[in-house]
């Protein structure tokens, strides 16, 4: 039984929540033709009015961002850099709001938004700070130009990172943006704009405009974008892509997975357990390069299932503002209408479903975390992404079949490899298609370090220098 911790909760106060937000155009805040509402998910409580960005608003947006290119991509790009560094340092100073600010909007443990999406999200813009003065040593030819207005769609579950992901190296490499943030995560793109301002970013080179599908439908066909930058499903990212086709404009797509996470039997069992439990239920699973298919080494299996269940009986589920919590509020009520959809087909199909006991809050968005046994290739929940604390677990005998269940998927982003032996680890890694490939360690980012999908989970890169690339005319 895990023992029982008195409530740590994190205050509210430090966030100066407002009543209404409008969107960020050309350095000042403005209405919208519309309005929409953003939750908290853990307890249904409104948070904020925040406005919606019709075809009008994204062009207003879009002209802001091309009168700004011009200036933006003249200057000294050491000065752009400093600007960069500007905004780092001021994501560092504000991080406490900026933390809880995240969790109350999209319901993921204090914890993670304090120890990862914050300080990650400032270290992608000291890292590309550092680039703007160096691109002539990018490997990427000796003066390489940037592209022009960036179009920008991100997705909810690391609402400010996949802002920094996109936003740092654009800027970088002397683009300007309009960045649309998810209509369930917009609050802390705005927060982001008032540090804009807070740095005095030239207006205009950062837009934000908020508004669900039909918003980012309208940025990403909007005539006067050079270059489109998503991230989300892998259904919206094929729109994009046929309405790209015959157009100029670049693109760069981040969008699903369906990660094996393989353990061998000589793996470092205490490591794995706590990798495998990182890999699926960090963020609530709500992660597009999770270990959602645990691939399990059959002389293992017995080892690794009960070491496993009792260690999930120990996450605590809950008020995502207490620093106790490690398993917060799936982000919204459609969000979880799929997870319980996904999940029920695994029943269905005749998997065996088992979570620890834990009760869920009466009101807001919860699931427990799960495990599915007992999953062949052919259920659906080892096939399709579930995006929620849904483990589903298989087993192989020999590292040819890890290698071949690993790679049976139409996705490849992530994978992971438990062994102590190296170069088991090194043939595995090699074998398999995705785009990051973790050895004794799950869910590890890095600035420095490219991030990408294979097949069907996208294509081009994020992070490190091969991020440049897809922000400058090589
Ligand atoms: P989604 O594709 O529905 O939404 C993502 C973003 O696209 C949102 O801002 C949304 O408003 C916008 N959007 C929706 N329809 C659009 C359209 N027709 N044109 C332009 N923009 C549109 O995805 P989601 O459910 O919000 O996010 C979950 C998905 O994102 C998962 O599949 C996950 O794997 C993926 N994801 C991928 C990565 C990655 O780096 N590869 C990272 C995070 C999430």
């Not at 917009?186 to 207006?203: M, V, W, Y």
């Not at 799929?338 to 620890?356: F, H, K, T, V, Y």
């Not at 690993?406 to 680890?425: E, F, H, I, M, Q």
């Amino acid at each position: 039984m895990p023992f029982e911790y008195a409530p740590a909760p994190e205050s509210r106060a430090v966030v100066d929540l407002r009543p209404s937000y409008g969107l960020f155009v050309d350095g000042e805040f403005t209405a919208g033709s519309g309005t929409f509402t953003t939750v908290n998910p853990a307890t249904e409580e409104v948070l904020a009015e925040v406005a919606e960005a019709g075809p009008a608003d994204v062009d207003r947006a879009v002209a802001a961002a091309r009168r700004a290119f011009g200036p933006w991509s003249a200057l000294p790009a050491r000065e752009r850099g400093k600007y960069l560094f500007r905004i780092a340092r001021i994501l560092q100073e504000r991080s406490r709001e900026l933390a809880v600010l995240e969790s109350l909007d999209n319901g993921k443990p204090i914890r993670e938004s304090r120890d990862v999406d914050i300080p990650l999200a400032a270290a992608y813009f000291f890292y590309y700070a550092g680039w703007a003065d160096k691109l002539g040593y990018a490997g990427l030819g000796p003066d390489p130009r940037p592209l022009g207005v960036a179009g920008q769609v991100i997705p909810w579950n690391f609402p400010l990172l996949m802002l920094s992901w996109k936003i740092a190296p654009a800027l970088a490499t002397g683009n300007t943006v309009v960045l649309k943030p998810a209509e369930t995560t917009p609050l802390t793109a705005l927060l982001f704009a008032e540090i804009c301002r807070q740095a005095d970013l030239p207006p205009g080179v950062v837009n934000i405009v908020t508004g669900a599908g039909a918003t980012g439908q309208a940025l990403v066909s909007h005539p006067g974008i050079d270059k489109i930058a998503f991230t989300g499903s892998t259904e919206v990212g094929k729109q994009i892509a046929r309405s790209v086709a015959g157009t100029s404009k670049k693109v760069t797509l981040e969008l699903g997975g369906k990660a094996a996470n393989i353990v061998f039997d000589d793996a470092p069992m205490d490591q794995a357990v706590e990798g495998i439990v990182n890999g699926i239920f960090f963020n609530q699973g709500h992660v597009c390069c999770a270990g959602s298919r645990l691939l399990v080494q059959e002389s293992a299996y017995d080892e690794v299932l009960e070491r496993l269940k009792r260690r999930l009986g120990t996450l605590r589920l809950g008020d995502p503002l207490d620093k106790n919590t490690d398993v917060g509020a799936i982000n919204s009520a459609a969000q979880l209408d799929r997870i319980r959809e996904l999940s029920d087909a695994g029943d269905a199909e005749g998997a065996e479903r088992w979570s620890p006991p834990c009760a869920l809050p009466d009101r807001g968005f919860w699931f427990p975390p799960t495990v599915f046994t007992g999953v062949t290739q052919a259920h659906r929940i080892a096939r399709e992404e579930v995006f929620g604390p849904v483990l589903s677990v298989l087993t192989f005998r020999t590292p040819a079949e890890a290698v071949e269940k690993a790679n049976n998927t139409p996705y490849g982003l992530s994978a992971g490899v438990w062994s102590d032996k190296g170069s088991r680890a090194l043939w595995t890694a090699s074998k398999l298609r995705a785009g990051v490939v973790w050895q004794n360690t799950f869910n590890r980012f890095d600035p420095a370090s490219p991030f990408g999908g294979f097949k069907e989970s996208g294509y081009g890169r994020e992070g490190g220098r091969h991020g440049l690339e897809a922000y400058l005319d090589v």
